[in-house]
Structure formats: structure tokens, C-alpha cells
């Protein structure tokens, strides 16, 4: 019997495994190889680009778990990052205290504010959660302003690059790994607690809250836990930013961040990882891709070039309506139909 | 042994009285089923009990405690797990979250091991697996575990749902016509695993049904409802014969389903 016992366990275990197949092992240590491979042979343009996506994806894959995971809309998540990054910036900027610390201090600041913020998801829900986050969004706005003594305003603040020992990650070289690194382990913790008991009570709080509450969830406690862990990766990701770009004001954290976030959950897909990692490199890439074209187009209307910034709102827009019409399941689905088609490939047509 | 008692419980919504004063008790381990014609008052007194209704007089005890007005999760806490007249199922998730989110009170790791998984996170998580996977067995949707809920027929996720509210591993469990829509062997297995749950995992059963045939065979004692009145209760032959049920039936002009 007790050996029996053993045997079930070491399958459950392998059956719960975060990679299943041999198949799906392998392609992610070669992702992971890509990685770290990468820098070494690409131009600063294109590490500029990695960092700012791997820094986009943390703060993205917690705007997930509370929203797609958990069914709680945020329209604060902008503002959420720009805590982290004035709060940990202040750490290291006046006090010298270490990056690591600050950072960390930055994630848990931000998360005390988050939940603050998801209070009112007690009672209220979708539309009307919504515009309660906005007035979050608003307010946090208002005092990166006009709190001067710390964020400096809008002339902004601040702050040199992290440093370990002696190393400096002073450039985008050095950062990548920074920020990269972060983002593994970021995307894989959230992995882990979507699969166990945290990530299921989010989901069935979104499925089902009335089951939910049933089955024995605090549906308030868990709905302010997820406003707390999203908040987390916020401040992580808003103090990563923050010592990349070095310079910090208030228009980083607008209303329009919230939204370009909110974009990216839609577009890879609410309530998947992967799906965020898609939509994140998707709304990243977009306004450089704009950018080439309206650089080639305005050669003949130049007067696009002073248009850019309403052309690339716009096609935000637009690539939201598109995804939520053709593919409601975003990035992630698309991905699932490819993988599909391509296991049963030369057998599938 | 008592286990559940309720006392002179009234609930209204605006003008309509849903529940007049009932009192009754469930003795340990028996099946006993609330019968009465539609809009008696069966699902909300459940309601009552596992406290998503709110009475506005009376008292519910449960465990020498009194738990009127307690919130829903905590009652579940306590021991007293159910099923939903109309499906209440997590429809995105798949037949195992679903019954891995019953386990949830019994997990106990907090975030940061969630976060690391290996050691206290994955083993509390294969200890109840282990649990929910007897549960599977035992209502036999095996072959449909890893589906998404959603996706399945109506009789299979009914399985499901009582599937999840075992997980819970309640001392009392409130089913809400768990045999509505089915057919005839649908409803043959369901019943099986009533009392396959009531003899086998010890559990205390208040079911709500109308097939009266299904009733009279398995419940130990029945109540019977009308107007969110008590008419009646006692054993399967005590209702069958009681002048009262009867015409609450037929002056109901209800199902006509009394056997
Ligand atoms: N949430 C609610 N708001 C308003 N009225 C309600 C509510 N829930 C139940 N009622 C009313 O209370 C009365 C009893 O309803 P209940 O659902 O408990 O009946 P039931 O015996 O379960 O009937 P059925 O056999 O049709 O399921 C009905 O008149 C119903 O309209
Ligand atoms: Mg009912």
C-alpha cells in the first residue's frame, strides 16, 4: 500500500509539472539559450528594445493575474508602475541604499497602494470598478506633480543605475540581463501561483464568485490579495524602468499607460502568460513599426510626421477593436492553433 | 444525534414571504429531503443554511454553534458543502481546478510557497489530489477530468458539481435537485451516488427533489414545504399518506409527481 502510495504521488507530480512533454522541455531551454545568447549579437537599438519589453511584460503579466485571471478590471495599472519608480528611485537616489532592497521595497510599496486602490472591488464591479480605478489613476497622477519634494515634478527625478559590488548596470548591455532576469523570474512565479491555490481562487472568483464563496473563498480577501500581487509586479516593473531610463517625470504613468497595458492583456490574451509575453513584444513593437513606415510614407505627405502620435494611439485603438472581434482570445489562441496545426504537420490541412 | 437544527427561520423579500417560521432538525448521517411544489421556498432555505440568504428572523445551529448570518465562506469552512439548483459550475476552468478549488480550505501554504512550488506548496497540492482523485473514481468522470467544464453536457457537469462540493469534504451536504433535466439512467447513477456518498463517506445529505420516486426510495425522512409553509414531515410513509401534501400537489395544480 505504501508503496503504492509513492507511485501515485511521483505521477500526480509529473502530471502537475510546469512542462509537460520532453518536446516542450527542450524548446524552452533553447528559448531560454536564445536569451541569453542574443545580446551579444545585436545592435543597442534592438537591447533597447528587449529591455523595454522584458521591464513591459512584468508589469503586463500582473495587470493579468488581476485582470485576467481574477476578472478585476484596473484602469491604475500606469500609475501603479509609477510609484514603483519613484519609491524605489527615492531610495537609491537619497538614501543610497541598494538597488536590490530599493527594488524590492518599490514592489511592496506599490502593492500597500494597490490594495488601498481595489477596496472598492468589495462592492463594485466591471464598468463601474473601472471608473473607481481611474480615479486612482488621477490621483497618483496628481501627486507625482505636486508632491515636488520628493518626485521633483514635472521636471522629474533623478537617479543613477543600479549597482552590485562594483558592477555598474550602466548600459543597455549590462541592463538587459537585469531586466531580462527579472522577467524569468517574475513570469515563472506567476506561473507557479496560477497553478495552485491562489491562481484557482482568482479564477473562480471571476467564473463564479457566488460558487466561489460557497466552496469557502474570501472573495474579498482574494480579490484584494490579486489587487496586491498585480500592484507588486507594477512597482517592480516601475523601478526597473526607472533606473534604465534614469530620468523619471510624470508623463511615463498617464492614463494612456493604463490603457497601452490593458491593450496588451487584450491583445495576447486575459488569463494567459504566454499571451502576454506575445502582446507586450506585439504593443512594443507596433509604434517602431509605425514609426518605418511613417518615415517612408512622409517623404511624399509630410505632414504625417506631426501627426504620429495620433496615428499610433489610433492603431492602438484599432488593433484592440480588431483583436476583440477576430480573435477574442488574442495572441494566445492564435498560437495554440499554430502549435496544433504544426504537431499534426505534413497530416494537416 | 442532531446536526443541524433550524429554528422559527422567516425570510422575506419585500411583500413576498419565502419562508414562514420553519423549524426542523437533520439527524446525523440521514438522508432528508425538503419536497414541495415550484416557489415553495426549498432553495432558499438552503440558501438560508449555507448563508447566501439572509433571514430576517430565526436561528440556524450547526455544531453547538449558531451560524445565522454567517458569510457564505465561512459556513463552508465549517462543514457544510453544496450543489446549486442551476448550475454554479467554474465554466473556464477544467473538471480538476473545479474540484481542486473545492480542496481550497484544506490548503493551508501561503504566497511565497505558491511562488517557489517545490516543498510545502506541491506536496499539500498532491495531498489533495490524491483526494480529489478518489472523488473522480468514485463519480466515475475519469475520462473527462482535464476538460474545460463549459464544454461538457449538462449531465456530466451536474457529476461535476457534486463532484466539487465533496472535495470540500463537508459534514453536511445541501443538494438542490441534483437529478433535474436528466434522464432516466442519469438519474439512476446520481441517485447511486447519493447514497454511496451517504453510506460510504459518512455524510449527512438534505436533498431537494422533485422526483418523488427517487425520494421515497432513498430518504430517511422527507419534509415537505408550500407557500414557504412547513405542511409536514416524517418518514417516506408518513408523507406518502399525508392529506396535506397531497393537496398541496394537486391544488398546486403542480407536477403531479406524488407517487
Ligand atoms: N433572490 C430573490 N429575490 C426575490 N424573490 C426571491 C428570491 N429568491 C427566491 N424568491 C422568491 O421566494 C419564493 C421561493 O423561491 P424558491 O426558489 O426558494 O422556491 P423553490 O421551492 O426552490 O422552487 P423550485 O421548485 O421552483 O426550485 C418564490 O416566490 C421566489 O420568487
Ligand atoms: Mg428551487
Redesign the interface.
Known amino acids: 500500500m505504501a508503496i503504492k502510495c509513492g507511485i501515485f504521488k511521483t505521477s500526480y507530480r509529473s502530471d502537475m509539472a510546469m512542462w509537460q512533454t520532453k518536446n516542450s522541455r527542450f524548446w524552452m531551454a533553447l528559448f531560454f539559450i536564445g536569451l541569453i545568447v542574443f545580446p551579444f549579437f545585436v545592435s543597442k537599438y534592438f537591447l533597447y528594445m528587449a529591455n523595454i519589453i522584458a521591464i513591459g511584460v512584468i508589469a503586463a503579466v500582473g495587470l493579468n493575474i488581476l485582470t485576467g485571471f481574477a476578472g478585476q478590471i484596473s484602469l491604475g495599472h500606469g500609475a501603479f508602475i509609477g510609484v514603483g519608480a519613484y519609491f524605489a528611485g527615492y531610495l537609491t537616489s537619497q538614501f543610497n541604499i541598494n538597488f536590490i532592497p530599493a527594488f524590492i521595497a518599490g514592489g511592496l510599496v506599490t502593492a500597500v497602494v494597490g490594495m488601498f486602490f481595489g477596496l472598492p472591488s468589495l462592492r463594485l464591479k466591471g464598468f463601474y470598478l473601472a471608473i473607481a480605478t481611474m480615479a486612482a489613476q488621477f490621483i497618483l497622477a496628481f501627486v507625482f506633480i505636486h508632491l515636488r519634494s520628493v518626485t521633483g515634478g514635472s521636471q522629474g527625478m533623478i537617479v543613477s543605475p543600479p549597482e552590485i559590488a562594483g558592477f555598474s548596470f550602466d548600459s543597455d548591455f549590462r541592463y538587459y540581463f537585469l531586466s531580462i532576469g527579472t522577467a524569468i523570474v517574475m513570469t515563472l512565479a506567476a506561473k507557479n501561483l496560477i497553478r495552485g491555490k491562489f491562481g484557482r481562487a482568482f479564477m473562480a472568483i471571476r467564473d463564479n464568485y457566488i460558487a466561489a464563496k460557497t466552496m469557502g473563498v474570501n472573495i474579498f480577501l482574494y480579490k484584494i490579495i490579486a489587487f496586491g500581487i498585480s500592484s507588486f509586479y507594477a512597482g517592480i516593473a516601475g523601478a526597473l524602468w526607472a533606473h534604465y531610463i534614469q530620468i523619471i517625470t510624470p508623463e511615463h504613468f498617464t492614463f494612456s499607460v493604463s490603457i497601452e497595458y490593458l491593450a496588451i492583456i487584450i491583445i495576447g490574451g486575459l488569463g494567459s502568460l504566454l499571451g502576454t509575453v506575445f502582446g507586450t513584444i506585439f504593443i512594443m513593437v507596433l509604434p517602431e513599426f509605425l514609426r518605418f513606415i511613417n518615415g517612408i510614407v512622409s517623404l511624399h505627405y509630410p505632414m504625417l510626421v506631426n501627426m504620429f502620435d495620433a496615428i499610433r494611439e489610433g492603431s492602438f485603438g484599432l488593433a484592440i477593436i480588431g483583436f476583440l472581434i477576430f480573435e477574442p482570445d488574442g495572441l494566445a489562441a492564435r498560437w495554440k492553433t499554430i502549435k496544433n496545426y504544426w504537431k499534426l504537420w505534413p497530416y494537416s490541412y | 444525534m442532531i446536526k443541524l437544527e433550524v429554528h422559527d427561520l422567516f425570510l422575506s423579500f419585500g411583500g413576498i414571504e419565502a419562508l414562514k417560521d420553519i423549524s426542523f432538525s437533520v439527524n446525523n448521517k440521514e438522508i432528508f429531503s425538503i419536497i414541495g411544489p415550484n416557489g415553495a421556498g426549498k432553495s432558499s432555505l438552503l440558501n438560508c443554511i449555507?448563508?447566501?440568504y439572509h433571514p430576517q428572523k430565526g436561528k440556524i445551529i450547526f455544531k453547538q454553534t449558531d451560524i445565522t448570518n454567517w458569510?457564505?465562506?465561512k459556513i463552508?469552512?465549517l462543514g457544510i458543502?453544496?450543489t446549486?439548483q442551476n448550475l454554479?459550475?467554474?465554466?473556464?476552468?477544467s473538471v480538476l481546478?473545479n474540484l481542486?478549488?473545492?480542496r481550497?480550505?484544506h490548503?493551508k501554504?501561503g504566497?511565497m510557497p505558491?511562488?517557489?512550488?517545490i516543498g510545502r506548496?506541491?506536496k499539500e497540492?498532491?495531498t489533495s489530489?490524491?483526494k480529489v482523485?478518489k472523488i473522480i473514481d468514485l463519480l466515475e468522470i475519469q475520462s473527462v477530468r482535464k476538460k474545460t467544464v463549459g464544454t461538457l453536457p449538462y449531465g456530466l457537469q451536474k457529476r461535476v458539481e457534486l463532484g466539487?462540493?465533496l472535495a470540500?469534504d463537508p459534514e453536511i451536504m445541501l443538494l438542490d435537485e441534483p437529478m433535474a433535466g436528466m434522464n432516466e439512467e442519469e438519474r439512476e447513477d446520481m441517485a447511486r451516488f447519493i447514497l454511496d456518498i451517504n453510506e460510504e463517506m459518512d455524510k449527512t445529505i438534505i436533498l431537494i427533489e422533485h422526483d418523488m420516486s427517487v425520494v421515497m426510495d432513498i430518504s430517511d425522512r422527507i419534509m415537505a414545504l408550500d407557500f414557504g409553509e412547513k405542511i409536514a414531515d416524517g418518514t417516506p410513509e408518513q408523507i406518502q399518506n399525508n392529506s396535506d401534501v397531497l393537496n398541496a400537489y394537486i391544488g398546486g395544480k403542480e407536477k403531479g409527481q406524488v407517487a
Do not use: C, Q, T
Open positions: 449555507n448563508g447566501l458569510p457564505a465562506d463552508a469552512k458543502g453544496r446549486f454554479e459550475l467554474f465554466k473556464g476552468m481546478d481542486m478549488l473545492g481550497h480550505n490548503l501554504y504566497i505558491s511562488i517557489v512550488w506548496a506541491s497540492e498532491i489530489r490524491v482523485e466539487r462540493a470540500v
